[in-house]
């Protein structure tokens, strides 16, 4: 009879072992996204953060990455988000690293007070990149002027319809190095007295092997989810993943209208155009 109650219990509520949530963060990061591009930002990731911090019985929680970079202000905003609940709710953060931690995907690892990869992970690009097309030369050639009225002299920076100006490409540089420093900044305040930071290529945007990562102090072991966790806390740990809330019927809640079909046909192009650029940036790793 107390096993049927037992099993009748919702897992968390079980005594049966020690419950590590799982919350999986995986793919590029930016504010928008699409059919063709999902998106990782807070916006999709933070309810489930939210859930796996609030089970009390867990000692700690593990968040599996496989990210390889895009938005800094999105990778701090859940970067953030991660250590406001882990003060919070007195958590351990267990970071995890498939693939790829890499540029936006590394500063989100950064967040957990241990990071583990496999030997074969990439890990790093501690850097700042911006990347676009010019296309004057194409305009000239079908015949299409350019006409931009603006009140500002640089309303039109970086515009990709134009020639390239030199002290445009300087504000976007000095735009980045910012952006560098902040960067720079959280990774010796979150892996001080483990970094390499005397090695010069730690911060020149270069990536590594898990393996490499290791000596460099970007990561603190090597090994996987299921195995690491069951060394720590008993063969008897389960694993309970968390997603993003669903409703009442049990689907997971859309959180954008569905598109009609003269939507999905205007789209497509573009679309066709995210997937191109999405498999160029994990392509940067190999992937």
Avoid: C
């Amino acid at each position: 009879m107390a096993g049927l109650l037992r099993r009748l219990l919702p897992k968390r509520f079980r005594k049966e072992g020690t419950v590590i949530p799982v919350v999986r963060l995986s793919g590029t990061i930016m504010a928008g996204g699409s059919p063709f591009r999902p998106a990782l930002n807070l916006a999709t990731v933070g309810q489930a953060l939210d859930k796996a911090f609030s089970v009390k019985a867990a000692p700690a929680i593990a968040i599996v990455i496989n990210s390889p970079g895009g938005s800094p202000v999105q990778s701090r905003m859940i970067y953030n988000r991660i250590r406001d609940l882990a003060v919070e709710k007195k958590k351990k953060v267990l970071v995890f690293v498939e693939d790829v931690a890499a540029s936006g995907g590394y500063m989100i690892a950064l967040a957990g007070d241990e990071i583990i990869a496999d030997p074969t992970s990439i890990v790093g690009s501690i850097g700042v990149v911006s990347g676009g097309f010019g296309f004057p030369e194409l305009l000239k050639k079908i015949g299409v002027e350019r006409r931009v009225y603006t009140a500002g002299s640089n309303k039109v920076i970086l515009d990709p319809f134009q020639p390239e100006k030199e002290k445009d490409i300087e504000y976007l540089k000095s735009l980045q190095l910012e952006i560098h420093a902040i960067f720079i900044h959280m990774v010796r305040e979150r892996r001080a007295g483990r970094i390499r930071a005397d090695d010069d290529t730690v911060f020149s945007g270069l990536f590594w092997t898990g393996t490499r990562g290791l000596e460099l102090g970007l990561i603190d072991g090597l090994g996987d989810l299921r195995g690491e966790l069951k060394k720590r806390y008993g063969e008897k740990t389960r694993l309970e993943p968390v997603s993003a809330g669903r409703s009442l019927f049990g689907r997971r809640a859309p959180s954008i209208a569905l598109p009609g079909f003269d939507a999905i046909a205007a789209g497509l192009a573009s679309g066709l155009a995210e997937a191109a650029e999405d498999k160029a940036l994990w392509g940067r790793y190999g992937l």
